[in-house]
């Protein structure tokens, strides 16, 4: 294995609900039935009097999915957006943010009458071999400028491994 082969370490599905627990359900089942998964709570960690949240409330619901699972469930949300990106989507950091504005979109899943019309986020990370380095408990070291992964080298892979376009402004 290259060094320098991008790879996908996660895929991260949301949906936000605010404090509808109705639809935080449905969101709940939505993540149930894309992924086949256990989607967990988000939970609120400040005090916003104004939108009336405290800390301990739930106000949304993700899944985190690794390896094979990832790659599979990627194409398909690409799919849903045709694959088609824009560049502001990209982070500098080698992260891929973009939504998927109707479940129904994404192939394999169907229209449910109980879930209604309902959208959610998809964000992918990559990294390199060598990432670990960072993460570890013993001896950790901040990572070396040509591990790195950057804004071109992410729509380059994601170009090469998805086949996506860039959506032109």
Request: charged fraction near 35%; charge should be positive.
């Amino acid at each position: 294995m290259n060094m320098r082969e991008i790879k996908i370490e996660k895929v991260t599905l949301n949906i936000g609900a605010g404090k509808n627990t109705d639809k935080l359900e449905k969101g709940v089942r939505l993540l149930k039935i894309i992924t086949g998964g256990n989607p967990v709570k988000t939970i609120t960690q400040k005090r916003i009097p104004t939108w009336g949240l405290r800390p301990g409330l739930p106000v949304g619901c993700k899944i985190t999915l690794r390896k094979g699972k990832a790659t599979e469930v990627l194409k398909r949300m690409l799919e849903a957006n045709d694959k088609e990106m824009e560049e502001s989507q990209f982070d500098d950091n080698g992260n891929v943010a973009f939504g998927v504005h109707e479940y129904i979109n994404i192939p394999g899943v169907n229209y449910n009458p109980e879930i209604e019309i309902m959208g959610l986020q998809c964000c992918v990370t990559l990294e390199r071999a060598g990432y670990r380095v960072k993460k570890r408990k013993k001896a950790r070291r901040k990572l070396p400028k040509k591990q790195k992964i950057g804004k071109e080298d992410a729509i380059d892979f994601m170009k090469k491994e998805f086949g996506i376009k860039l959506k032109e402004k």
